[in-house]
Structure formats: C-alpha cells, structure tokens
C-alpha cells in the first residue's frame, strides 16, 4: 500500500512533516495523468482561461458592465426600398442639419464639421470653426452655415470664410431676396439679414453690412429654423409656438421687417421646410406637432401624429409627400393623406431630413442610449435592452458562475467526503442513520428543492450556495462510503489499528487519502454541475438581485421580450457556460481513469 | 431476492417519504410569513383576515396543524389551491399528464439513441469516432437547456418558422379528454422541439455509462470466449457484451424517469409547456402553499418509487447480486 507505511511509529517531529508532505504528493501523483489526455489539457487551458477572465474581469472588461452606454455619432441612414437603412457613421460629432439644391447637399454638425454629398459619397470639406454649426443653406455661389456663439462659415469659392456675428447662438439659415441674402435666427429671437455681397468681400465687411432686426414679440425666445416662402417672404419658428414672417423691404438693400405669425398651436416648433414649387410647407416640433400648409395661401392645418415624440427634421414635396424625423429613431412618412411611423430599428435622434435626387436622407445624432446594438468593434456582443454592454457583462457573469461552482462544489465534497468517511469505517448505527438521510436526500428533486428554498429566503448568494449544496452531498457521501468500505478492511488499516492509530487519525490519515482521486473526481464533476445549477435559478430570476451572471443575462434577455430578434444577447452566454462546464467535464474524465484505473485501456 | 428485502426497501421508501413530508410541512410554515398574505385581496379588514385564517385553519397550533396535515394527506386530501380555488389534486393530475408525456417521450429519446451510440463508441474506443462522439455527449450536457431551448426557438422557430415556440396546442383547441389533446399532428409539432431538446441533454448520460461499462465488460472472459469462438466482432458486441453492460444503463433509466416529474422546469418555461414544474414556479411565485406541496410532493413521490425499482430491478436483472 502507498500511503500509511510510517504512521504506525512516533518520528520525530521534522521528519515527520517531511512524510506527511511525501505522502500527500503520492496521493496527488496520479493527477499528473490529467496532463497525458489531449481533452482533459484542453480542458484545464480552457478553465484556465475563464478563471483569468473572471479574476481580472475589471482589466478584460471594455465598459462598466451595469453602465448605461450613450454614444454621439455622425449618423446617417437612407430610405430605400421601403425601409430606412442606418449607414455606416461619418465620425464622431453629431450632425444637425442638412440642406439639398441640384442633386448636391451639404451636413454640418458639431465642432464646425461640415460635409458635401454627392452620389451617395461624403467628403468632408476644411474646418473653419471649432463651434457647433446648427444650420446651413446652400446658394447659388455657396453655402452658408451657422452655428454656436453666432458663428458663420461662408463655404464660398475660395478658402472658408469663418466670421462672428452677435453673440447669440444662431439655429437657422434660409436664402432670400432671390439668394442676394441670407436671413439668419437664432437664440434670444435674433434675426440677421445678411447681403450676399458681404460674404464675397470678408469678414469685416460681414460683421458690419449684417443688419439686426428688431423682433416684435420681444420675450427673447428661441427661433429654432427659418425658410424662405414663395412669396418672397420667409417664416421663422421657435419655442413656445413662436412664429414670425419676414417680408422685404421696399427700397434696394433695405432688411425688411418682421411681423408675428398665428400659428393654430403653442406648442415648441424645431423645424420647418417650404416647398418652393408648389408652396406646400411643413413645420414639425415638440411632442409630435405636425403643422401643414396645402399651397401657398392654404390655412396651416394640425395632423394627428403617429408618434408623441419630438420631431426635429421636416421635409415637404411639391406632390404633397412629407416626411419628419426626431428623437429615438422616429421616422414619419406623409403619403398625401395619413401619416405613418417607420421602423428604422435604431435610437439615433434624427435632426434633419431631406430628399436628395429622390433618395430620401436622415442625419443626427445626439448622444443616444445605444439600445439592442447588433455586435460592432466598439460592443463585441452588442449591448441589451438598457444599452449596457454585453461583452461586459458576459466578462464579469464569469465571476458568479466560477464562485458559486467552486463555494457549492467544495461544500458538497466536504459533507459529502465526511458522511461517506464515517458511514464507511463506523459501519452499524452510525451507517444506518446517515444512509437513510441520504435516501431522504435522494427523494428530493432538485430543481424544485432549490426554488423553494429560494423563494422562501430572500435570494442572495449565499442561498443560491446552500440550494445546490444542501442536496448534491448524497453522491459524492454513497460513492466514498462504498470506496471506504472496502478499504477499510485492507491490511494498512488494520496494522494502523495494531499500533494504536486513533479512529480519526486511521480515518484522515490513512484511509482519506486513498479516496482523494475519487474526491477530486466528485469534485470535477459537481463544479460542472453548480455551474448549471447556479445558472438555472439565475434563469428562473431566483438568482442573486444585482449580480451579473450568464443565468442572469439569458433571464434579462427572455422578461425583456427582445430575444427573439437580439441574437447577440443569447447566444454568448449559454455558449460560456457550455465552455466552461465542458472543460470541467474534459478535467473530470482524465480524473475518471486515475479514480477508476480499469478504465485506462490504451 | 427474497420478499423481505422487498418489504423492507418498500418500508424504508414509505419513510423516506414521511421525511420529505414533514420537512416540507416545516419548511412551509416557518418559513414563509402570514399565508393570509397571499390568500386574501389586499385592503381587508382584521377580521375578515381571522375568519379566513380560520376557516383555513392557520389559527391553531402548528403541531395540530402538522397532523391534520398528515391525515389530509393519506386520506388523499391536498386542499385547494389558493390560486385555482379548486381542489389541488384536480389540478395537479393534469400538470402531471402533461409533463409525463413530454419526459418520457424525451428520455425514450435519449436512451434509444444513448445506448446503442455507447456501445458503438466502445467498440470504436481510442479512434477518432470515439473522441467525436463524447465530446458531442459531453457537449450536449454541457449546455444549459435553457440556453438550448432558446437557440432552437430563433432557429426553427423565429428564423426558419418551420415549429411552434409554445404550448402544447396551438390555440384555441377543443379536447375533451387528455387523449383527444395529445393525439393530434398539431401537438406533434409542439412537441418535437422541447423533446428534442430534453432529449440531447439526457443523451449524454446512458451514452457514457454504456460506453464504460461495455469497457469493462469487454475485459472479461466470456468475451474472449466468444472470440475464440469465431463470432463476428458485430455479435460479440451487440449479442453478448452489450447485454450485459445494459444493467447500468437500465438502473440510471429508472432514476431518470424518477426525476422526470420534477424534471425540466427551465424547459417549460422556455417553451410555456403547461406542465408540473411551471405550475410549482407559478405557486411558489404566489404562495400557494397547497398547490406548490402537492406539487413538490408528487414530484418526491415519483422519485421515491422509482428508485425503489431501480433497486428490485438491479437485483432481478443480475444474478450475482445478493441481496439481503
């Protein structure tokens, strides 16, 4: 027999400790074995992996897993054959607005980004600014963007032209007088009338031929967007349901004047576009308000929206077609009689839209919660109904399975081992009694023990621990009795009797360590077990509150209704834990053959 | 095997179950404030609260409590459910049916498949086939069957639309009886995906066991001997090592099937199965305590008597057990 040949004997005391040290390390021998199976390494690599993965999960993990991610980008998205299409991101820095003429439009958007479009391509055009530019018009001669702190960005013929015009954050820009001006509103109901032939002779000239129009309301509120009308006119719109109309002046360069406009509601309008064919126009605000005008002397008329969210971006056709765009990926499509809301499947704020060449074209977007986002290089697995990332998630849900695995697993051998140690050398009534307990035990069903357990407790950690533990002992208890049994009756253990070796000292001594093989077996296999236990009754919502785990994440996942669609949250979770639990078994097979040495053929 | 030992394991198994019995009752009452919580609409007053605590009978002493219990329970009485206001029993028998049926076709399954694969890995064992085939056992028990379930719902269910994702019936159905419900093509159809997928989990486990045992089995002498008697290597598999290498499989059969009734309830919630362990989510959920007790005592029930027969069974299949 390996171990026991010195117990019998009372060395001395170093010597002793060298023995022991020996004779725990020919116990452990065989599980050197585990290292000449291709599986059962691959197995350990693979443990070893996720157990890295959950002890440096803070390092490994690309977000804060419960952090609600919100993103700005340069958004697009298109309207092709019936349905809208997010395009690929043009950088970073929202877009917010957009304006069209003869197949050419121009973007501009936050930090003075400014892009051209042309048959389905962006080019970026030269910085002029650092501020936000909020709106841009495009002329005859070039375009005209305005933006924060009354930036003006002249994209002429030459170089780009950056000026200041007041101090007032400018929102809008339409052209007018026949494009031999510009009228430009903004913050505090400024309104700028501003000659074409300014922009032509440089920044001084701009700032001081720029005339400032007195407001007739007066209340200093926001003017949100301005458009020129058929007339020759032209209609500024702002919070609270203001609206202005411009009309020119009579004498040669005069600025014109500015009267208030009765519109037929009070709520906030964002946006505003005048057809210039057939004077169909459209003026879209808060909580969904649609305001829509037939022809040019037509009555404004209020449509009931589809949507109640705020609508940014309107676009009116000379065929009576609209559209307006807004907060959360709204879309609204006008066909002549009824507004309809289109799925563009994406949270993006849309500020403006526009038809270019048929093509009808959205930008945004404000920071947005990036909810259900398919797998990209910034979320590898997406992110969930809240917008958390899911490669976080799955990163930390290591941490819960991997403990609850190796906690459970190691409270069910140790009670198990114990029970199965004492029922097997004791023998008689000790037997009995602690036998029948197993089979009591073993007339209990799992899953549903557990579920009881843990709805009648406050779910936490530690029951979720005790439910698998409580029950699974009664294997690994039958398994080492029926081992002790017949090891007990072997001659080691008899002469550690002769020479006077205490029970306990012939039962933890001697006798355990010949069970060890079968006691990391147990082991193995029980880990892979908790793991699946645990994520069951996180499955069930009976797992720990607050804590992330794979069970957890395919429980958000089923009660939020999305996972019928959000592949990308399914489906890496269950594969972790298949990973996971299928190294574990590959660990345990190796353990198999040295717990169970008939099994070593070839 | 003698009649006693029958006796006496029939005796251990009838206390077994009073364990279980009283555990539960215990664990029940203690540990689960006021039940009138969940019986009674919010918003009564004190009095009406005792009359119904009364009429129930959690007003008196918990030791009073615990034998009317027990004579509730030989007698066949389970109570009435908090939720269906029915007596529990006519509840659970239905849950039970559905459940079963659902099991046994998935572990019938698991062990037609499981037992003749085993014993064609040992056969193959140390080739490329064998290591394939455990890791694909090892696999499908592996993987949670929730998560399965799952991805066979986006699959056939939402991608390719080939199979129902829920119930067992596509609504609404008339059946009179349980028989006309289940002997349809449309609850076929519901049918096979949950199955199926019960089915690969349970593979794994009659797979391995038959491969190890039919390992050990091909070590012994008569096999040599069939060798040396000229039998093709097919009949020496299948004729005389696979016939003895059955027992294992055959014991665990049982203790499955035992553990069929409390079995899968992930998978019933996946797929909305009406069965027993969706109804024990949904009475432990709402504390009825009836409910989730005949339930969960059902289940203990099953498991109890089935382990018995594995037992007697282990003993009539192989001659070389004695037992006392």
Known sequence: ???????????????????????????????????????????????????????????????????IVERAEASWMTFDDGEWRVRTALGLDPLYDLDVRAGEAIAVGASGLALRHQADAWTPLPLATDATLWSVALGADGALAVGDGGAVVWYGDGPPLAATLGDADLLGVTWVDDGAAALIVGAGEAVWHLPLAALHEGVEALEQRATRLPSPVGRGLLLQAVAADVDGSAIAVGERGLALRWTPGEAPGSAGTLQPLTLPTFRGFNGLHVDQDSGRALIVGERGTLLRREGPDARWVEDPPPDTRALRGAWIGPDGQAWAVGRNGVALAFDGTTWRRDATGTERHFRAVVVVEGRTVAVGSDPFVDKLAPPSSVHWFGTDHLGRDLFSQNVYGSRIALLVGFLGAALVVLIGTNVGLFAGYFRGRTDTVLMRIVDVMYGIPFEPFAMILVLLFDPSLLIVILAISLLTWRTVARLIRSQVLSLSERPFVKAARVAGASDLRILYLHIAPNVLPLVFLELAIILGASIIAEATLSFLGLGPPQSISWGGILHNARLSGAWRTAWWWNVPPGAFIMITVLAVFFISRALEVIANPRLRTR | MSRTYVLRRGLQAIGTLLVIVTILFFLFRLGLPDPTGALVTEGLSPEDRAAVRERFGLDRPIMEQYVIYLGNIVRGEFGTSFHYKAPVANVVWEKFANTMVLMLVAIAIAYLLGIPLGAYLAWKRGTRSDTTGIVLGLMFRSAPMFWTGMMAVLLFGVALGWLPTSGMRTLPYEAATFFDKIFTLDFLRHLIMPALIIALFYLGSPLLIMRNTMLEVYGEDFIEMARAKGLRERDVLYRHAARNALLPVITQLAVTIGLAAGGQVVVEVVFSWPGLGREILQAVRTSDFPLAQATFMLMAVLVIVMNFLADLLYGALDPRVKLR
Do not use: C, E, K, N
């Not at chain 1, 170093?14 to 023995?19: F, K, L, N, V």
């Not at chain 1, 725990?24 to 993965?53: K, N």
């Open chain 1, 1 to 67: 027999m390996r171990p026991g040949s010195s117990a019998g004997s009372r060395p001395p005391a170093r010597s002793r400790t060298a023995a022991r040290t020996r004779y725990l390390a020919q116990a452990l021998a065989p599980l050197r074995l585990i290292f000449h199976d291709r599986l059962a390494t691959t197995g350990v690599v693979i443990l070893g992996a996720v157990i890295v993965m959950a002890l440096a999960a803070p390092l490994v993990a690309t977000h804060d897993p419960r952090a």
